[in-house]
């Protein structure tokens, strides 16, 4: 029987959702070695919440007929030598799987669409946890009037504030 159009959607969306949290437990473990104290404890349960993430997205890929070949390692968008380095690579890897569950919320429905939803919740979560600051509306800065420059923003997300 030929898969639904939302079929192969869902089953993009849990390929893609596997592989991005492929990703950032390997990110997660490469930083981890720059952290110490609470920061590595905190580094280190995100690397087994993001083990539970992915094997969900796995399971809910296999149970539609899909199959998942993650990369040994990955590129690194920059150097992790210090805890800020660290921490700003965390909040990259959480930013990105909001994204990427985002983009499974539009293409589930139900349960599915629910675990998706809460699971972008929780990355958005821990990237505040690392310090990042969301914006109210962003996008939002274009539209108003020039002012002072503003130093604080990152280059990890449209308009975010690492602090």
């Known amino acids: 029987m030929p898969r ?15 592989l991005g949290e492929e990703a950032a437990i390997y990110g ?19 690397v087994k919440s993001h083990e539970h993430a992915r094997d969900n997205a796995r399971d809910r890929l296999t149970e539609d007929g899909g199959n998942l ?14 805890p800020a380095s660290a921490k700003r690579l965390a909040i990259l890897l959480e930013l990105r799987l909001v ?7 539009r293409a589930t429905d139900g349960s599915a669409r629910a675990y998706a ?19 109210a509306f962003p996008g939002m800065e274009a539209d108003q009037p020039a002012g002072p420059a503003d130093t604080s923003r990152s ?9």
């Not at 159009?5 to 893609?16: H, N, V």
């Not at 070695?33 to 280190?44: D, H, N, T, Y």
């Not at 280059?155 to 602090?163: C, H, I, K, N």
């Open 99 to 105: 994204s990427v569950y985002a983009s499974t919320v």
């Open 28 to 46: 997660y473990e490469v930083l981890t070695a720059q952290l110490v104290g609470a920061e590595r404890i905190k580094a280190l349960q995100a």
């Open 69 to 82: 070949d993650a990369p040994a390692a990955y590129d690194l968008p920059f150097s992790i030598t210090s």
């Open 155 to 163: 280059p990890v997300s449209d308009g975010a504030r690492v602090d």
């Open 117 to 135: 939803a809460t699971s972008a919740q929780k990355c958005t979560s821990r990237a505040v946890g690392w310090g990042w600051v969301p914006t």
């Open 4 to 18: 639904s159009w939302r079929g192969c959607a869902d089953m993009d969306a849990w390929a893609a959702a596997a």
